[in-house]
């Protein structure tokens, strides 16, 4: 590209308010790719959460809080997929249940620049390399929204193999979701739980230092399991590692 991309980042709520060091990753990440970066101070949540639970009328201004923060933007990037999944398939979904022709139309158009992390850096900046320095060895576990509804691929495993110093090994049983599911998680404690001690067990069983993943919702899930069992396995963010350099480690 010619030109410095304009980025608006799309930090989501629970990096915002849990994880802001993945935002920071994220920003560090993009202005060392040459993107002028931006954080629009209306943004809140994605409204997931809300919609996932059945409440669609409530969902509604959120996605008009989301589109009036992010419209003006040339790129909005989020290191989330489940939360840019919600953006794209849920949006409009929501404004035509509502009724307003006028927000699913603005929201159609506003997810044509609608991106996760990975997705951009291979899709639009279209690099693998970004210089990253992580030596340690790291098992990725492909998130279930990043997969099934951003439709991410394998774009962070292409950005992982070309991490310099990094061991990537294969997390066995890698398809398969870890439970948290966001208020799945609340509302069957029991097999969320379940499903996530499978997880950290696959993670443990790697010999990995560190469990990868581009979602810091089903970290937070696992990693509080690994927690309670001791393990040394420990959870960290996909833009983490890329932000990551020889010069500026983590």
Same mark, same amino acid.
């Given at each position: 590209?010619?030109?410095?991309? #304009?980025?608006?980042? %799309?930090?989501?709520?629970?990096?915002?308010?849990?994880?802001? *060091?993945?935002?920071?990753?994220?920003?560090?990440?993009?202005?060392?790719? $040459?993107?002028?970066?931006? %954080?629009?101070?209306?943004?809140?949540?994605?409204?997931?959460?809300?919609?996932?639970?059945?409440?669609?009328?409530?969902?509604?201004?959120?996605?008009?809080? %989301?589109?009036?923060?992010?419209?003006?933007?040339?790129?909005? &990037?989020?290191?989330?997929?489940?939360?840019?999944?919600?953006?794209?398939?849920?949006?409009?979904?929501?404004? #035509?249940?509502? $009724?307003? +022709?006028?927000?699913?139309?603005? !929201?159609?158009?506003?997810?044509?620049? &609608?991106?996760?992390?990975?997705?951009?850096?291979?899709?639009?900046?279209?690099?693998?390399?970004?210089?990253?320095?992580?030596?340690?060895?790291?098992?990725?576990?492909?998130?279930?929204?990043?997969?099934?509804?951003?439709?991410?691929?394998?774009?962070?495993?292409?950005?992982?193999?070309?991490?310099?110093?990094?061991?990537?090994?294969?997390?066995?049983?890698?398809?398969?979701?870890?439970? %948290?599911? *966001?208020?799945?998680?609340?509302?069957?404690?029991?097999?969320?739980?379940?499903? *996530?001690?499978?997880?950290?067990? !696959?993670?443990? !069983?790697?010999?990995? +230092?560190?469990?990868?993943?581009?979602?810091? #919702?089903?970290?937070?899930?696992?990693? $509080?399991?690994?927690?309670? !069992?001791?393990?040394?396995?420990?959870?960290?963010?996909?833009? +983490?590692?890329?932000?990551?350099?020889?010069?500026?480690?983590?």
């Amino acid at each position: 590209m010619t030109s410095r991309p #304009s980025v608006a980042l %799309f930090a989501t709520c629970i990096n915002d308010t849990m994880f802001p *060091g993945t935002a920071i990753a994220t920003v560090r990440l993009l202005e060392r790719l $040459g993107c002028t970066v931006t %954080f629009p101070e209306a943004q809140t949540c994605c409204g997931q959460m809300l919609t996932n639970t059945g409440y669609i009328a409530q969902a509604a201004p959120v996605v008009r809080t %989301f589109v009036r923060a992010f419209e003006g933007a040339d790129y909005v &990037v989020g290191p989330s997929g489940s939360c840019v999944g919600s953006a794209r398939h849920q949006h409009p979904m929501i404004a #035509s249940k509502v $009724g307003d +022709e006028g927000l699913r139309r603005a !929201s159609e158009t506003l997810n044509q620049r &609608v991106f996760e992390l990975s997705e951009f850096l291979v899709d639009v900046l279209g690099v693998t390399d970004v210089g990253a320095w992580f030596p340690h060895r790291v098992t990725f576990h492909p998130t279930c929204h990043s997969i099934r509804v951003a439709g991410v691929g394998d774009r962070p495993q292409r950005l992982l193999r070309e991490v310099g110093g990094i061991d990537l090994v294969d997390l066995p049983d890698a398809d398969q979701c870890c439970g %948290f599911g *966001g208020t799945f998680s609340v509302k069957n404690p029991d097999v969320s739980v379940s499903m *996530g001690s499978d997880k950290a067990r !696959s993670a443990v !069983s790697t010999g990995a +230092e560190y469990l990868v993943a581009g979602d810091n #919702s089903c970290l937070m899930h696992i990693g $509080g399991l690994l927690s309670r !069992s001791k393990s040394p396995v420990t959870p960290i963010h996909l833009a +983490e590692i890329l932000a990551s350099t020889r010069e500026d480690p983590r």
